[in-house]
Nanobody
Framework: QVQLVESGGGSVQAGGSLRLSCAVSGYTYMNYCLGWFRQAPGKEREGVATIKTGGGSTIYADSVKGRFTISQDSWNTLSLQMNSLKPEDTAMYYC??????????????????WGQGTQVTVSS
């Protein structure tokens, strides 16, 4: 069973930075994608950034391109570096894993496993 545990959320002022980490365990297949999704109050969950394991190909939501960077630091660690944060980035951020994924995407319907989430709050 794949388990995902996020850390690194918190509160920051606009323009600041945060780094989220996700400890991944229990997955043994090469053809996975790992990613970050977020959900703000009253809004649908949306894809932020995903990465193909082993291959490194990535995809980002237009709203975070140039500000956020996703990386697979090791086989079991996923990170999201968030710079130039804006109040509209405020949300619960979830780490996610999708099996049999050959190309990263931002559609939450492909996700098989979710972490419990970590809150990011950006004040103006």
């Amino acid at each position: 069973q794949v388990q995902l545990v996020e850390s690194g959320g918190g509160s920051v002022q606009a323009g600041g930075s945060l780094r989220l980490s996700c400890a991944v365990s229990g997955y043994t297949y090469m053809n996975y994608c790992l990613g970050w999704f977020r959900q703000a109050p009253g809004k649908e969950r949306e894809g932020v950034a995903t990465i193909k394991t082993g291959g490194g190909s990535t995809i980002y939501a237009d709203s975070v391109k140039g500000r956020f960077t996703i990386s697979q630091d090791s086989w079991n660690t996923l990170s999201l570096q968030m710079n130039s944060l804006k109040p509209e980035d405020t949300a619960m951020y979830y780490c996610a894993a999708a099996k049999w994924c050959y190309s990263p995407g931002l559609d939450s319907t492909i996700v098989n496993y979710w972490g419990q989430g970590t809150q990011v709050t950006v004040s103006s």
